[in-house]
């Protein structure tokens, strides 16, 4: 099955991008067709400096290669490098009903919190169309925020068929119900907006110094604590084996210990965790040239991919191709 993800270039990623979502993507390349993308051209909502976004793409590209991305298995590639998809995306543009976009969630948060919304951010849900029907993609692994969107897809997909002729291969969802639920330093969830963050790559100490300044409550040590729904039990779950899990439980019933103890846990358990990973990447980070092959490889699948959708929806709407 052809399956396809994007991950937007707009900042580093943290332990809520991995468990949440990262981790069950690459998992889906052993058994799936997978296009992995670097969705630049909808980070430029957002992203307004040229050598921020330029950082962020190929920090990304990193990242996806250190976690576990195997170029053998999937392909890799930033979107702006396949101007395919944009073309599609105009096309799709065409038959979109404004209402639709309109009632995108995405564009109404932004109006409702009297934002500006441009008109990249209300196409937005179009691009991704594009992005997800360029490759015939089948199965496309989403958050439950994003579900919307391909519902969106689903929608211009059957339109332009029901006009033009089968087109399209109409994509599925699939929810990552299984994607953890991460807290985040202050024990609300972990996200940027926040500020609450804990990276997955950076300088050792100083993430172990964000570990050892999470919020905890101000019950005394001697006191027997719950460790289900406790954040910093949430956290340590994450990295730690059954065994060591249990006895942390134990020991949270038992009381008599500090807070401290259990940020030391959590911060030794995610180093060993992240630990291939980071070796991974300073590797990679010493050869760019193969990160760069990598890229290049990747955009010229993803076209190749993309080049036979394209031409088929221009033949079928009636569009002249290139002689």
Not at 21 to 50: M, P
Not at 254 to 266: D, M, P, Q, S
Not at 298 to 315: I, M, P, T
């Amino acid at each position: 099955m052809r399956c396809l993800s994007g991950i937007q270039p707009t900042g580093r990623p943290h332990w809520g991008n991995y468990f949440g979502a990262i981790r069950q993507y690459i998992d889906l390349q052993d058994d799936n067709e997978g296009f992995y993308f670097i969705a630049d051209l909808h980070a430029l909502t957002t992203v307004r400096q040229a050598d921020a976004l330029r950082e962020n793409t190929i920090n990304a590209a990193l990242d996806l290669l250190a976690l576990g991305l195997d170029p053998k298995k999937a392909t890799l590639f930033v979107q702006s490098q396949v101007p395919e998809v944009s073309e599609l995306c105009w096309i799709l543009m065409t038959g979109t009903p404004m209402g639709l976009l309109e009632r995108c969630h995405a564009y109404k948060d932004k109006k409702a919190k009297g934002l500006a919304a441009d008109a990249g951010l209300f196409n937005y849900p179009v691009l991704m169309a594009a992005d997800i029907l360029a490759y015939d993609s089948q199965l496309v692994p989403v958050g439950q925020d994003q579900i919307q969107h391909i519902e969106v897809t689903r929608d211009l997909a059957q339109a332009f068929n029901h006009h033009f002729g089968e087109t399209f291969v109409i994509p599925k969802a699939q929810t990552l119900v299984h994607g953890a639920k991460v807290p985040g330093t202050d024990g609300e969830k972990m996200s940027k907006s926040y500020d609450n963050t804990l990276p997955l790559f950076g300088e050792v100490k100083r993430i172990r110094k964000q570990i050892m300044r999470i919020t905890t409550d101000s019950r005394p040590m001697e006191d027997a604590k719950e460790p289900e729904g406790d954040h910093l039990f949430q956290l340590f779950q994450l990295f730690a084996e059954q065994e060591q899990i249990d006895e942390m439980a134990a020991m949270y019933r038992r009381g008599g210990f500090g807070y401290g103890e259990v940020k030391k846990a959590v911060a030794e358990a995610s180093e060993a965790y992240f630990a291939d990973a980071r070796q991974r990447r300073a590797e990679l980070e010493s050869n760019l040239d193969y990160v760069h092959e990598v890229l290049r490889d990747g955009a010229r699948r993803a076209r190749e991919a993309a080049a036979l959708v394209l031409s088929r929806a221009k033949k079928n709407c009636g569009l002249q191709e290139s002689v």
